[in-house]
């Protein structure tokens, strides 16, 4: 009795995903995968978020304002009149007409209406200087930060190039208030203290 040898099948089945490669040999055959896809890919979404702008101003500076000069290397206030007590801080700088360079005066000033700034540097000097005011808002708010401008004023090394009397806005240099205070108490107080001297001298003011 002889043995029995089942003669190859053909390989005709089809797998999805795959194709046939069919070799030299009748008996083999690879599975190659299909150039196509079968499951497309997920396009990933994009959120967007709203963004509004508030019309309402939050800020009114002040001072400086046109008529004032600050003084290189003296201590100068930033004071504004606060509109929208809902800023906690804000950022100061300070920029001059046609150039892009700024110097920061505050990262992040509380909103009280007032700071003083330390010392105004030396490397500055000139017209057409301004402070710009900026609102500092949380990292996912969904709001345009406002901004505030000062009036242009000048920096130099005197507040009165030209007179000598002050304007609004302007500060007196310390130095020239001290002097001018003394005098006039000095010439109020020898007013007083010759018309109170009596000829007998036997009191001492």
Request: hydrophobic share 35%.
């Amino acid at each position: 009795m002889g043995c029995y040898h089942s003669s190859p099948l053909p390989f005709n089945v089809s797998l999805r995903g795959f194709r046939q490669h069919a070799s030299s040999s009748a008996s083999s055959v690879h599975l190659l995968p299909s150039s196509g896809r079968s499951h497309p890919e997920k396009k990933p979404r994009i959120s967007f978020k709203r963004i509004s702008v508030k019309d309402a101003p939050m800020l009114q500076v002040k001072y400086p304002c046109r008529s004032s000069t600050w003084i290189r290397g003296s201590p100068v206030a930033v004071e504004w009149l606060v509109l929208d007590p809902s800023v906690a801080h804000v950022k100061i700088e300070l920029c001059q007409l046609g150039s892009n360079a700024t110097t920061l005066l505050a990262a992040a000033a509380p909103n009280t209406g007032c700071f003083v700034y330390t010392k105004v540097p030396w490397g500055l000097i000139g017209d057409g200087f301004f402070v710009r005011i900026d609102e500092i808002l949380p990292h996912d708010a969904t709001v345009v930060a406002r901004r505030t401008l000062s009036e242009v004023f000048r920096v130099g090394n005197s507040r009165w190039p030209e007179s000598s009397s002050g304007s609004e806005g302007s500060i007196t240099p310390v130095h020239a208030r001290t002097v001018s205070s003394s005098a006039s108490s000095l010439s109020k107080w020898q007013e007083s203290t010759f018309q109170s001297v009596t000829p007998a001298l036997g009191s001492v003011c």
